[in-house]
């Protein structure tokens, strides 16, 4: 399976992406986390990407494709994958398309998670992620029981830089901006699935099954 999870910061990828991989068994590849991970090494890239995270703005294409396409070279990726936050402007969407088409295969399917902007805001700006293994909390929603700590493997919970009103605001308009293009160009293309990711979260669920089915 080689899938896309496409929709605004908060609409619950990463979520989804948790279930979908134990599920599947398929690499969940989110460019985000891989930046993120890259920050905190101090790495090049790292350096390079939090200009551009602490904003809100989104990191130069061609940083981005090319950091996906090492990851998508490895072992892991030969039974699919599931990329999150990645394409997230029409010139990387054309880029994975054209890395595809060089490896002889297309993408089964993307997925839209729906969700309005107030919605997004409110999550986000709650949301605590734990440091040691990225389980995901919400201080009114889903506090976690042991306070600041993770209820998981006790590891500290924090709140992401760019997880303040302010920069969530700006990352929305970034991607209704530039992010959104992406939904004609895959509704073109008969591979778009639109879900409402305020409901309920087995509507993804629900849907990455019937992908699974319509492939079979
Ligand atoms: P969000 O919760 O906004 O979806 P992510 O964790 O996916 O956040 O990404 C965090 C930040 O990393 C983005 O705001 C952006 O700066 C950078 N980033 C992640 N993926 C991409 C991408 N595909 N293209 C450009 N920048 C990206
Ligand atoms: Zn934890």
Same mark, same amino acid.
């Given at each position: 399976? =080689?899938?896309?999870?496409?929709?605004p910061?908060?609409?619950?990828k990463?979520? #989804?992406a948790?279930?979908?991989?134990?599920k599947?068994?398929?690499p969940?590849?989110?460019t985000g986390?891989?930046f993120r991970?890259?920050?905190?090494?101090?790495?090049?890239l790292?350096?390079?990407?939090? =200009?551009?995270?602490?904003?809100?703005?989104?990191?130069?294409?061609?940083?981005?494709?090319?950091m996906?396409a090492?990851?998508?070279?490895?072992?892991d990726?030969?039974?699919?994958?599931?990329l999150?936050?990645f394409?997230?402007?029409?010139?990387?969407a054309e880029?994975l398309?054209s890395?595809?088409?060089?490896?002889?295969?297309?993408?089964?399917?993307?997925?839209?998670l729906?969700?309005?902007d107030?919605?997004?805001?409110?999550r986000?700006?709650?949301?605590?992620?734990c440091r040691?293994c990225g389980q995901i909390?919400?201080?009114?929603? =889903?506090?976690?029981?042991?306070?600041?700590?993770?209820?998981v493997?006790?590891g500290?919970?924090y709140q992401r830089?760019?997880d303040t009103e302010?920069?969530?605001?700006?990352?929305?308009?970034?991607?209704h #901006? #530039?992010?959104?293009?992406l939904?004609?160009?895959y509704?073109?293309?008969?591979?778009l699935?639109?879900?409402?990711? =305020?409901?309920?979260?087995?509507?993804?669920m629900?849907?990455i099954?019937s992908l699974?089915a319509?492939?079979?």
């Amino acid at each position: 399976m =080689k899938i896309i999870l496409l929709g605004p910061p908060g609409a619950g990828k990463g979520t #989804q992406a948790a279930s979908i991989r134990e599920k599947y068994g398929i690499p969940h590849i989110s460019t985000g986390d891989i930046f993120r991970e890259n920050v905190r090494l101090g790495s090049p890239l790292g350096v390079e990407a939090r =200009k551009y995270m602490d904003a809100g703005q989104l990191v130069p294409d061609n940083l981005v494709v090319s950091m996906v396409a090492d990851r998508l070279e490895k072992p892991d990726c030969v039974r699919g994958f599931l990329l999150d936050g990645f394409p997230r402007t029409l010139p990387q969407a054309e880029a994975l398309d054209s890395y595809l088409t060089s490896k002889g295969t297309v993408l089964d399917g993307v997925i839209l998670l729906d969700v309005d902007d107030e919605t997004v805001v409110l999550r986000l700006s709650g949301r605590r992620v734990c440091r040691a293994c990225g389980q995901i909390y919400h201080s009114t929603f =889903k506090p976690s029981r042991s306070g600041n700590r993770c209820e998981v493997c006790g590891g500290e919970t924090y709140q992401r830089d760019d997880d303040t009103e302010k920069v969530i605001r700006n990352r929305l308009t970034v991607y209704h #901006q #530039q992010t959104t293009p992406l939904i004609s160009f895959y509704k073109e293309k008969g591979i778009l699935r639109a879900v409402d990711a =305020k409901a309920s979260s087995g509507n993804v669920m629900n849907a990455i099954e019937s992908l699974c089915a319509n492939r079979s």
